[in-house]
């Protein structure tokens, strides 16, 4: 989305969802919640780019001012080391 590449779903994608009748847009890593979804690539830049050309409000049709407080949390959390692992991942010690 961030990056308009196309693929297919895979771990390397992160599934981000409308909620709150479309007030906020949220990441949706187990891939699971109801509703209008879109997908973009689990790096931080991809996702800043996404959000500089506001393209989750139009993917997701819902109004440009949307919070997106959780999607720039997303964005700090992938520029620790611009990935983060699959929620099914999450927890697991190596």
């Excluded at 109801?34 to 931080?44: F, L, Y």
């Excluded at 780019?49 to 989750?56: G, H, N, Q, S, V």
Aim: charged share 30%.
């Amino acid at each position: 989305m961030g990056c308009r590449r196309s693929e297919p779903v895979s771990g390397d994608l992160v599934r981000v969802v409308a909620v709150e009748h479309g007030s906020a847009i949220v990441p949706d890593r187990p891939g699971t919640m109801d509703g209008r979804g879109a997908w973009v690539h689990r790096n931080a830049d991809c996702v800043r780019t996404a959000l500089e050309r506001k393209a989750f409000p139009r993917s997701l049709r819902v109004g440009l001012n949307a919070d997106v407080s959780a999607l720039n949390e997303f964005v700090a959390r992938l520029c620790g080391d611009q990935t983060i692992p699959p929620a099914s991942d999450a927890g697991e010690e190596e």
